[in-house]
């Protein structure tokens, strides 16, 4: 696996990138060790500074995922079992933090340590690093496998473990080292070594918990390495080895963590090949290296090659009494692969199993669809209920894909469909499901209705586990959009998900961590293109997200009930900064953007006097903005809010205004004194433009407004806007938005604005 590729946050988002620090402390690195291979710079400097570099950045990821929220990435937990298991990936990453600073100190410490005590020094390094490695890693297993299947792991693993220790006893140097230290440098080795093999190819091994697993065997090498260097001079550029894994190790550790809190892991078969194959290999080419080299196996060699049967032995006889065991009559099934049999009567297919094996058992490659419903009750009945209710509704599903498909029943969760047919034949199946499993259900007495959401997606080559996970995606990108609908799945919807939910898992602590920032837009009159006022525009720079503009974090912050803080925040800044120029002599207005929420609450108008009062800013410098299609919905409130400002002295203004009949008819109700227009209206390009942008400046002369004509991007739509009547212009064509700086040396432009 390339370097640069194990640092990918979201395996399955496509054209992901490696982060531009994770780059700089490994080219940093690579620096480094070249400076120390060629002498300028000590060797145990060099481990120091890259140690020290690589775990600050590992333990500002982790730290930041450590003070996230309690709660899953798909909303709050609803009791206190899904409250701990959304609290295990917050304690992992306590855990590993401490792990990787525990690590960066270690390497920090042995250039101030005595040659005589780095040994020891390392070694406390190494062993408060193992635990703590080893209890983060507990936490973020998130599921355990059954005994049996635990017991298939461990002997599975045995064999080549105790092949990879004898493989590291044969090439380590001997001279003078002590058998047991020798063996035990070869144990750590080997068992380093067979973890990083079960990771590399484990069911889940592009998953988060592998990388963590990878990067912990990694470091912990690292620290072995260093532990085991002479105690004097004789170090020297041997320190050098440890360089690489001590980096690569604690980057992977903080990039796994990350990972594992994305809710879309990914997970391939496990494969067996190489750890039968490699280990032997290993030992081999070691004895073959002895051999060469004049020696012989000693006794310790022999005893770990004897080592090796015993696993072998007993996973074999395991296996052979577990196969008999399932096919002896009245012998108890597997629970981690049975899979109860349904009634002869009831329709159903049932289990978290039987859907994956139908999918697998289709032939290559397969055709038709997956749907993954989720039913969705609006009430919360009981679970003998709920149970009714899904027997329902795996019976309505029965009748509605009567042969064209299979149904199963996804335990209490919902129910899947696989269907043979194609595309457009399996989204008509879905919007017939929808429509059957709307109908109210009349069970024990009580009468519920459920809003399902019905995710699709076609079956192809992928492994039966990427196809569910693609169809519940599609499955959860429907309810977020209002459920009662089918969704298709595809890469770009998986992107969405994936970003909403790094959105949704960011944003809380955006204030506190100083994220946020405006910039300003200047607003111009259009006769003699001097600056009458400016706007106010919400940019969230987050470091892993980007720049965030308000068409993609509003929606976010309205759903996380947080709109409140933003606006805050937003009114106090701009108001700080409509003060800082008006010292200057000028006297402009600053148009502020506020959600419908926001206007309706109560404490709206008595906030926005405070503010004002705070920073002696005038009331008619300040310009409160609404949009248009939000307003209709709770009119009346927001008449009574407008109003309140007006009555003030502050300024009033509709945006996004669409010119559309009941646009019009409720215009005469709004307490306003701005109208800010978009280009479908204000364009002045053909004839068919011209008429309604003049019917909007009539209206407006007649009831005292004036026009702000926005998003004016090219200089025919400047020039068209001016002969409509508009008096004031906005848009790229005119001025840009900007921060307050640049923003304030335009104005040293017009030395006499002041409007």
Known sequence: MPVASVFRTVPSRAGARPLLPEICVLAVAAVLVALGAAGPVPALAVVALAGAAASTLAGVRLSRLTLGPDSPAGGAPAGRLARRRAARPRRAAALLHAAVVTAGLTAAVLPLASAGYRPAAASAGLAGTTALLGGGLFYLHRSRPSVRGQLHRLLDLAASGVCLVLTAWLLLPYAGVPVPVRLAVAAALGLLAVDALAVLTGAGREGGTARCRGGSALTLFALVLLAALPAGPAAGRAALLAVPPLVVGVLLVAAGVRQVTQPVPTRRAPMDWPRAVLPPVAVALAVIHQLQAGLLPDRTAVLLALAVVPPLVVRQLFGNAAATSTNEPGAAPDPASAVAPAPADSGRSVGRAGLLRALAARPEPACGALLVVDLHLTELPGRLVRDDVAAEAVRRARAVAA????????????????????????????????????????????????????GLAELGRGQPDDLFRQADLARRRAAQLGRDRVEWYDAYL??????????????????ARGELDLVYQPVLGLADRAPVGTEALLRWRNPLLGTVFPAELLPVAEDLDIVGELGTWVLDRACRQLAAWTVGG??????????????????????????????GVGPDQLVVEVAEPKVAAELPTVVARLAGLRSMGIRTALDDFRAEHASLAQLRRLPIDLLKVGPEVAMAGGDPHRPLLDVVVTVAERLGLEVVAEELESAHQVSGAHRAGCRYGQGFELARPATAERVEAYFEEFPSTSR
Request: charged fraction near 25%; hydrophobic fraction near 45%; glycine fraction near 8%.
């Open 494 to 511: 998986e992107e969405q998900l994936v970003r909403r939910l790094d959105l949704e898992r960011e944003l809380p602590g955006a204030v």
């Open 403 to 454: 042969h064209d498909g299979e149904v199963f029943d996804l335990a209490g969760t919902g129910l899947a469909v696989v269907s043979g047919s194609g595309p457009v034949l399996a989204y008509a199946l879905g919007t017939r499901l929808l429509t059957a499993l709307s109908r109210p259900y009349e069970v024990s007495g009580a009468v519920l209705r459920s809003r399902p959401s019905i």
């Open 586 to 615: 000028r006297r402009l207005w600053m148009a502020v953007n506020v959600t419908t929420r926001e206007l309706t609450s109560p404490d709206f108008v008595p906030r926005t006097a405070a503010v004002l009062e705070a920073y």
